[in-house]
């Protein structure tokens, strides 16, 4: 089964801009993938997902215009790119993956995800 690592969290200020790894243990191309992140005591958010080929991508509507989501397969890599950064941004992010071998098809349930990475902390101060 594929394994997970994310990289790239810090301690940003308001407006400044971080950029997120998420590095697959094996071929990337087979997995459709995503972000989520969570705040203790708060439910896991949707933040953005790709398909397997990199042709579809869906930010949620909160990040729209500030979080890029792209993918390098040859890389095994997925990225999420965040820029005007807000304090409310605080949170582990965690990659995820499924298997799909459906062309263009995004999951934007976390239940979708069968494989998840240990999460990397963004934490952005005021």
């Known amino acids: 089964q594929v394994q997970l690592v994310e990289s790239g969290g810090g301690l940003v200020r308001a407006g400044e801009s971080l950029r997120l790894s998420c590095a697959a243990s094996e071929r990337a191309a087979a997995y459709a993938m995503g972000w989520f992140r969570q705040v203790p005591g708060k439910e896991r958010e949707f933040v953005a997902a790709?398909?397997?080929?990199?042709?579809?991508?869906y930010t949620a509507d909160s990040m729209k215009g500030r979080f890029t989501i792209a993918r390098d397969n040859v890389k095994n890599t997925m990225y999420l790119q965040m820029n005007s950064l807000k304090p409310e941004d605080t949170a582990i992010y965690h990659c995820a993956a499924r298997r799909s071998g459906i062309n263009g098809r995004i999951y934007y349930d976390s239940g979708a995800y069968n494989y998840w990475g240990p999460g990397t902390q963004v934490t952005v101060s005021a």
């Open positions: 790709i398909s397997w080929g990199g042709a579809n991508t």
